[in-house]
């Protein structure tokens, strides 16, 4: 039963996978893309790794993809001029596919299994770790490194996307600090007793200055009033 799981939900992954990349419409690849994550997450379960099916769910499904339909939805997209774009890179891109397809085979064709897999495969989960615990176990002490420098790569793409869209308007309005500070205009405060009101001719407020005077009114003849 868990091996006709495996292979249905392995069987779903690669159909939406595929869909991700030939389907014409992004609204409809975006789509696919969150279909492949509910797979990927089954597979996780299936490997009893169920904090990583829980993280792709939330991060990956709730926000990424999420966030990847809105922008698709918003933007007013040029099919016509995309499609031409494609064409143009289309051999570059086959080159690329056809390297990486040839490396996939090279790692195939020389994997091979520990002595010891099988055993340890079958072997029990220990009763007083998690699989949280594991986790952060080792990615925070064998591989702390590794996690540091990819969180500060993912901060220099998130600083360079903002710096790129960065448009600046004239129309924009900023937060002045000084006038805020400043409060001019504003109500006095009164310290007002227990149980008591205050009257409209007790609360002081600022004065404000008087209107300018009016210019003098020209007559149609060119006279003054």
Partial sequence: MIALTFYVFAFILVACAVMVVTSRNPVHSVLALIACFFNASGLFLLAGAEFL????????????????????????????????????????????GGILFLELLLVLGTWQFSTDAQELRLAATPANITNTKAIGRILYTDYIYLFQISGLILLVAMIGAIVLTLRSSTNTRRQSVEAQLARLGAVESLDVPLRQGVRMDEVLRRQLPPPPPEAPKHSEHGGHH
């Fill in 53 to 96: 099916a829980m993280i792709l769910v939330i991060v990956y499904v709730g926000a990424v993809a999420v966030l990847f339909l809105f922008v698709v939805m918003m933007l007013d997209i040029d099919f016509v001029k995309m499609r031409a774009g494609v064409q143009r890179y289309a051999p570059i891109g086959a080159v690329v």
